[in-house]
Structures are given as structure tokens and as C-alpha cells.
């Protein structure tokens, strides 16, 4: 039971409200106008009671943004069909003494009724939202220029319900599929029936694997539109830090993107073909000679098997060395043109195999050994470890050590000294490549780009510019790495290669 006085009520009353930071009031519904505000909403906002009672009708006119006046008056009017205890909740703003607006969120009950139960006065309590109104226009702001963005980029918005596996596309995402936007649609049966069923059996299981793990994903798939077009559409999803329920992610026709990266994969083909060519031209002197030699071979063996029998002096013993050599002689030539046939090729789709290095070596000198002979330069070959192998694509390989054979030839063609030597080292899970000359290095500023595309020392019509750099992608695709040793007394190219590819 309450023991307190009317008086000592009152007081508690308006101590409660000095202490509250939000300004309450009491409204009449008649009058249009407050019959009472407590002292925290007169110091905030500038007007003394009576000031707002002498506004009379204007009250609204003078002290609410013109943008909110119909609403308010709108929720007085909703205000008289309040129950006791029901609470109504607007927002509008408020224009202080000084002019300035302020955003307040005011809970509105029933404080008293007349005679005939009807509402007569209201209670307030306004809490000023200036701060959480700036910061929803900020993040208003931040979306539409986000929008913006993901339109200029012609990108859409998808979200996953996990639970109920429900797709949720904003209207982008229907025009990068080529599907109507049609909400009787459902995304996930329209997007099965024009998709192309080997990329949707991969986007099936990175999904349901980043769905298990909460992980983020990234797929792409084809799919057909109406008029046949096929589409290349890229999509990346990812959990909220705070939800597990839900996905959310972008999607993006990159269509020209794919046709782009194909059109530069056949440049590139072309470029590597082009660059092999010149290599092999720039050899054809010596691989000719590689091969005139075991035919006059064969061609003076045949000679001497034919004067045998027009003498009628068969010797069995010579038969038998002469068809020996003639076989063996034509095995060499076998090499040779295998290698070339297999040299010719691009080489960037056959798959990994473990090789022996010495083969790699022996097979990449049998296009230069006979031309650097000709030309007075000695090459120099360590024994290698029959049983040394490397996992690598051998084409390619041997591409990038007949290419740097070629320029450590070049660059000591004129030189008094000219040698080349060669050096295999084995590490606990690499293979080695040393390729030195006897030049003496290479200059500062001209080392720093020898590996871009198209830079070259050599005279016009000499080099593409394009073979270190091309064999540096080669390398690095089978995760090794090429470089110039700087430290060393001549010119040093090394390329490391893993015995595994992972």
C-alpha cells in the first residue's frame, strides 16, 4: 500500500522527469496544443510552456517540418481510438527556438479521457534520433552509390536462405540470366533448366561444400538464353560473420570477358609457336648438318653393299656392319625429326610426366650442339644422374633451355673467348638449371627488363623480345622460377624446377 502524500507523488513526479534525458509532455487532442512539458524539453528546445500555448493553431505550422505536419496530424487522429496502456510510435521533426530540426521518436499514449470515455489529453515522451538519422542517410547514401556501382558493373545481388533453400535475386541477376522477372519464377529451377549440366555438377559441390564449412565460394558457369547466346556468368557468395543461416553474394556476365582471355591464350600460342620457329631457323643450319652426316653415312654404306654383290663378294661379316650402321644411322635421323615434330608442338596442354633430366639435356643439345661447333663455341655438359628425374611438361622444358642456350650464343658469337657451360644441381626437392657464357654479366639497367614482353638487345629482325619472358610463364606454371644471377663473375641464367608438381 502507498503511503505517500498527493504532495510527496508530485514531487517524486517531477523529479523523475528533471532527471530523464527525453522531454515529456502532455497534449491536448482538442485544443491542438500541450497543456504541460516537463524542464528537459524546454532547455533543449529553447520554448517555455506558455511561449507554445500563445502559437495556438499554429503550433504545428511554427514548430514541425512541413514534410511531417500531415502525418502528425494523422496520428492525433489515430491517437483517439487508443486503448489505456496502448502506445503510438512517430517520428517526425522538431524546430527548436534557434531554427534548427531536430528527428524525434515519440511514444504517444492515452494520459486522461472526458466525461464520455473519449481521449482528452495525450502523454509524450520525445527521445531526440538526430544521430541514428544521420547514420541511416549515410548507409541510404552508401546503397544507392552501391547500387550504382554494381549496376555500372552490370552485377546482381543474390541472398540464400539456407534452412528453407530459398534464392533471392534482385532484378539485375534475372537480366545477366536472361530470365524474366517474373516472381513466379523460382531462380533455382530456371537457372537448372538453361545451364550447362557439367558446370552446374561443379557449382553443386562448391556450394554444398562451402554451405558445410561456412566458407566463401567462387564458380563459374555457362548458361543459354532464349536466342541461344551462350553466357559465361561468374558468382562469389560468402557467410555474414554474423548470420549462418544466410548467404549472400554478386553474380556477372563475364562473357567478354572469357572471349577476351581466349582470344590472348591463341595470341600467346601464337607468340610461343612463332618464337619456337625462329629458334629452330635460327638452327636450321646446324640441324641439317645433324642430318646430311648420318646420310652420307647411309648413302656410303649402301654404296659399299652394292659393289658387293656387282663384284659377286658377299661377305657376311660386312653385310652385317654395313646394315648395323645403316639401322643405327636411321635411328639418329628418327631422333632428330621426332624431336623436331615434338619441338614444333605448343606443348602447354600435355600433361606432367616424370623425366629424366639427362634426356631433357641431351634432347635440347641435338638442335644446337653441331651449330655451336661450326661457329667455335664449346659447350661444356656435367655428367647427370641417369636416375635424376624432374616432373614437368619436356616440350616446354626443353624450349626454355634451348631459348637460353640461344642468347648465351648470340651474346658471345663475337666475343674472342666463346664457351657455354652448363650445370645440373640437385636440392632435397628441386632441379637446378645453371646456363653461364663467357660474357661477363649484364648491365643494370638492361637486366631489370629483360624479362617483359617484347624488350630485346638484339638487331632488328633478330629477336622477338619475347623468349625470356615466355620461358619465365613457363617456369612459373610449373612452379619453379627463372632469374639472371647478378652475383656471378659471367653471365648466369638459373631456373629452378620442383621434382613434384603439386
Avoid at 539485375?172 to 517474373?182: D, E, L, S
Wanted: proline share 3%; aromatic share 8%; hydrophobic share 35%.
Amino acid at each position: 500500500m502507498d503511503t505517500k502524500s498527493p504532495k510527496e507523488q508530485a514531487t517524486l513526479l517531477e523529479q523523475i522527469h528533471r532527471t530523464m534525458s527525453d522531454s515529456v509532455y502532455i497534449f491536448d487532442v482538442n485544443e491542438e496544443n500541450l497543456v504541460w512539458i516537463n524542464e528537459r524539453g524546454v532547455a533543449r528546445y529553447g520554448y517555455t510552456l506558455e511561449e507554445i500555448r500563445k502559437m495556438g493553431p499554429e503550433y504545428y505550422t511554427r514548430t514541425m517540418h512541413p514534410e511531417d505536419i500531415d502525418s502528425l496530424r494523422q496520428s492525433v487522429k489515430k491517437s483517439k481510438d487508443l486503448k489505456d496502456g496502448e502506445v503510438l510510435n512517430v517520428e517526425y521533426r522538431f524546430k527548436d527556438h534557434s531554427g534548427n530540426y531536430h528527428w524525434l521518436s515519440d511514444r504517444i499514449t492515452v494520459f486522461s479521457r472526458n466525461e464520455k470515455g473519449e481521449v482528452a489529453t495525450l502523454l509524450g515522451v520525445a527521445t531526440e534520433i538526430d544521430a541514428r538519422k544521420a547514420y541511416e542517410e549515410t548507409l541510404k547514401k552508401t546503397i544507392q552509390k552501391l547500387n550504382l556501382s554494381l549496376s555500372a558493373a552490370n552485377m546482381g545481388t543474390w541472398e540464400w536462405e539456407l534452412e528453407k533453400n530459398v534464392l533471392l535475386w534482385d532484378s539485375q541477376m534475372y537480366r545477366i540470366h536472361g530470365i524474366p522477372n517474373n516472381p513466379d519464377l523460382s531462380p533455382l529451377e530456371e537457372v537448372w533448366k538453361r545451364s550447362n549440366r557439367a558446370d552446374m555438377e561443379v557449382v553443386n559441390m562448391r556450394v554444398r561444400e562451402a554451405a558445410e564449412k561456412h566458407q566463401d565460394f567462387y564458380v563459374t558457369y555457362r548458361i543459354t538464353w532464349e536466342n541461344k547466346e551462350v553466357h559465361h556468368i561468374r558468382c562469389y557468395g560468402k557467410f555474414m560473420a554474423d548470420d549462418a543461416s544466410r548467404m549472400y553474394g554478386v553474380a556477372w556476365d563475364s562473357t567478354e570477358e572469357v572471349l577476351t582471355e581466349q582470344q590472348i591464350a591463341e595470341a600467346k600460342a601464337k607468340l610461343i609457336s612463332a618464337t619456337k620457329m625462329a629458334a629452330l631457323g635460327e638452327m636450321s643450319g646446324g640441324i641439317a648438318h645433324e642430318i646430311n652426316n648420318p646420310l652420307t653415312v647411309i648413302q656410303a654404306r649402301a654404296f659399299q653393299l652394292q659393289q658387293m654383290v656387282e663384284n659377286n663378294k658377299l661377305e657376311p661379316e660386312k653385310i652385317k656392319q654395313s646394315a648395323e650402321s645403316i639401322s643405327r644411322t636411321a635411328d639418329k635421323i628418327a631422333r632428330i625429326i621426332k624431336s623436331l615434330r615434338s619441338f614444333a608442338r605448343e606443348g602447354s596442354h600435355d600433361p606432367f610426366e616424370i623425366v629424366p633430366v639427362k634426356k631433357i639435356v641431351e634432347e635440347t643439345l641435338e638442335f644446337c650442339r653441331t651449330r655451336f661447333y661450326n661457329h667455335g663455341v664449346e659447350v661444356e655438359v656435367p655428367d647427370i644422374d641417369p636416375e635424376l628425374e624432374v616432373e614437368c611438361r619436356i616440350i616446354q622444358i626443353e624450349q626454355v633451355l634451348l631459348n637460353l642456350l640461344n642468347n648465351s650464343f648470340d651474346a658471345i658469337s663475337q666475343l674472342d673467348e666463346k664457351w657455354i657451360r652448363m650445370d645440373v644441381k640437385e636440392t632435397e626437392d628441386a632441379v637446378e638449371f645453371y646456363i653461364i657464357d663467357s660474357g661477363k654479366g649484364i648491365p643494370e639497367e638492361i637486366a631489370e627488363q629483360i624479362m617483359l614482353p617484347f624488350f630485346t638487345t638484339k638487331d632488328v629482325g633478330k629477336g622477338t623480345g619475347l623468349g625470356l619472358s615466355i620461358s619465365a610463364g613457363i617456369i612459373k606454371n610449373h612452379q619453379g622460377h627463372l632469374s639472371l644471377n647478378k652475383d656471378a663473375m659471367n653471365t648466369t641464367f638459373v631456373f629452378i624446377l620442383p621434382k613434384t608438381q603439386e
